[in-house]
């Protein structure tokens, strides 16, 4: 198989990168070793900067009906009480400076929008193993996952969009500079079944003892981040009878939210070496990973 472009990955970067490349007219295949797009919430917001990307893409309307924008941020004591409360301010990009989203959705959205472009050949359940490189082109070797056969794709360039741990940045030999931070977090993803009071605010819940963030995500989902405190156990803290114990503190029981995901993360602060490596190019977090910390 030939084609101009190869995408490795179809998350949201991989799959923004076939609309715009898909939109230019360009001879895309993208492969993707799952099936479907995760089913669970990863990323929690946007900004206006990357609307401006989807609006160019013709995205941006149908991905902001699913999103929740201009929604206040409040800093509250152990107890609840705001002490400084505000709202991001837009820098004029033409959409809410801050969006909430649900991260399935938005992948299913963006995928869709691929399908209007006959000039993009999206692989599903395709493993990328081992890639080579000339003066003229790429060629990236393929496994399909439902039968084991293999094949090699053929292009002018490569798009590494493998997430953080990228194989093909591995492949390259490029060093994936920075650090991780020793600080486990619980993440707590939830189903709202019963809305409480504060249910659409970003809260940071500022208590010495255990601080919390608690976070709106639409399509009636709501997210919950602890810290792991020192000598606790992480399988312990992530259990769903101790999720319980943190949600129960701020008055969430299981008449309030289901439960449908709870993962125990460290924040990585990593810069790939190099970008590029001739006619392969890192994209998202192949190439940078940042903290969820209002960061992008």
Known sequence: MRADVVIVGYGPVGASAANYLGQAGVD???VERDPTPYA??????????VLRCWQH?????????EMLGDR???FVDRRGRSFLSFA??????GHPPQMFIYQPALERTIRAGVERFGNVTVLLEREAGAVRQGPDGVELDVTDLRDGSQSVIRARYLLACDGGSSPIRTQLGIGFEGKTYEDPWVVIDTKVKQEWPEVDRL??????????????????????EFPVLPGEDRDEVSSEAYIWTLLERYGITPEHVEILRRAVYVHHVRFAERWREGRIFLLGDAAHCMPPWIGQ
């Open 40 to 49: 669970r919430a990863r990323a929690i917001s946007t900004d206006e900067e």
């Open 72 to 74: 206040p941020l409040d």
């Open 203 to 224: 809260r940071f819940h500022c208590d010495p003892e255990r601080p919390a963030v608690d976070c709106p995500t639409p399509l009636g989902h709501h997210r919950w």
């Open 57 to 65: 893409a013709g995205l941006a309307e149908q991905l902001k009906s």
């Open 88 to 93: 991001p301010r837009s820098r004029g990009n």
């Open 28 to 30: 895309v295949v993208v």
